[in-house]
């Protein structure tokens, strides 16, 4: 999976329906994280009254974070049209982010494809429902499946239906708490997914309140990171809560990018010659005189800031047992050709 970045890992702005049914929102999330390190900006998109039961589309919703009395017409207005769907893709194209979309059923699967979606996502809702896999893998498209709340068989029969027909397989570890405490996130199964699905990509989608999930995973072998978004985590909504706002997503992508440069040791022929051990690096003198010829010893040695640098007294197991070929004097430095 390619980015316009150019580094090994690919970062996926999940705006699910943070954008509260407003398309001038919806677009305002597609530059504001485009900006951020966004390789791809994702949405979702249901038919809510195929989706519900009558029963359950009717019912009262009573929650503080309700946009209408029932659970139903809660949903709708939380929708994107067709139309605006189509200007988010548009946008999603002018600002160099791949348009990236979950559809919920299959009705909106073809909405998404007659647009022109770049990447589809499989929720952890539907790991396991083959019917909906099978449809998404006949339209050949990179996909993305969480595994949240599933268990190896389910993600088992699911990847196996995806590869019939998809080439370019991302499988995302998820912990589906809506938000994760970090003491459940279960990154360690990025290992397991790794060893079992050799020929995908493996990645993250957390629900972390923080951005340290991130280097973790990335040091785990994910390198596909999903984190639901938001421009302001008060407003109403069940998702704005842990979703990152700018300035963490920024973060976020950031110590991503620094955690494979962290890894590699540093160069040995610049270990020991920082310029603070210049400053004020200890060099090896005595603290007693020991005469010539006399075998130096632990506790004849001590360490003393000098102007200049001599032998540092690191290198004190260097000197320890060595025969003195003068008298050292304490105060002054030993240097090379001081002992044998």
Not at 74 to 92: A, G, M, N, T
Not at 190 to 202: E, G, M, P, Q
Request: proline share 3%; with cysteine; charged share 30%.
């Amino acid at each position: 999976m390619k980015n316009k970045n150019k580094k090994n890992f690919f970062v996926i702005a999940e705006v699910g329906q943070n954008h509260q049914g407003k398309v001038n929102l919806a677009l305002e999330y597609v530059k504001i994280f485009a900006g951020l390190g966004a390789d791809a900006v994702k949405f979702q998109i249901r038919n809510n009254k195929t989706l519900f039961s009558e029963e359950a589309y009717k019912a009262k919703y009573n929650s503080e974070n309700a946009f209408a009395k029932t659970y139903g017409k809660h949903r709708e207005k939380l929708e994107l049209s067709y139309k605006d769907l189509i200007k988010v893709k548009k946008e999603c194209k002018k600002y160099k982010v791949k348009f990236m979309v979950t559809p919920f059923d299959e009705e909106s699967l073809e909405k998404i494809c007659k647009i022109g979606v770049d990447i589809i996502k499989i929720a952890s809702f539907d790991l396991g429902n083959l019917p909906l896999i099978h449809r998404i893998a006949s339209k050949k498209k990179t996909t993305v499946i969480s595994v949240g709340g599933g268990n190896m068989k389910q993600i088992t029969s699911s990847i196996k239906t995806l590869k019939k027909n998809v080439k370019n397989i991302i499988i995302l570890h998820c912990n589906s708490e809506y938000p994760t405490p970090y003491q459940r996130l279960g990154l360690g199964n990025i290992v397991t997914l790794k060893k079992k699905f050799k020929k995908c990509i493996i990645g993250s989608s957390d629900h972390f309140n923080g951005i340290l999930s991130g280097p973790i995973a990335y040091m785990l072998g994910a390198r596909v990171f999903e984190k639901h978004v938001t421009l302001n985590r008060s407003w109403r909504g069940t998702d704005h809560s842990f979703a990152l706002e700018p300035e963490g997503f920024r973060k976020f992508v950031r110590d991503i990018e620094r955690t494979p440069e962290m890894l590699p040791l540093k160069n040995k022929i610049l270990i020991g010659k920082e310029a603070v051990f210049k400053k004020l690096g200890k060099s090896i003198t005595t603290n007693k005189i020991v005469k010539k010829n006399k075998k130096i010893k632990i506790t004849d040695l001590t360490g003393m800031i000098f102007q200049d640098n001599f032998i540092p007294v690191r290198m004190s197991n260097e000197i320890i047992g060595k025969k003195a070929l003068k008298d050292l004097l304490p105060g002054k430095p030993i240097i090379k050709g001081d002992y044998k």
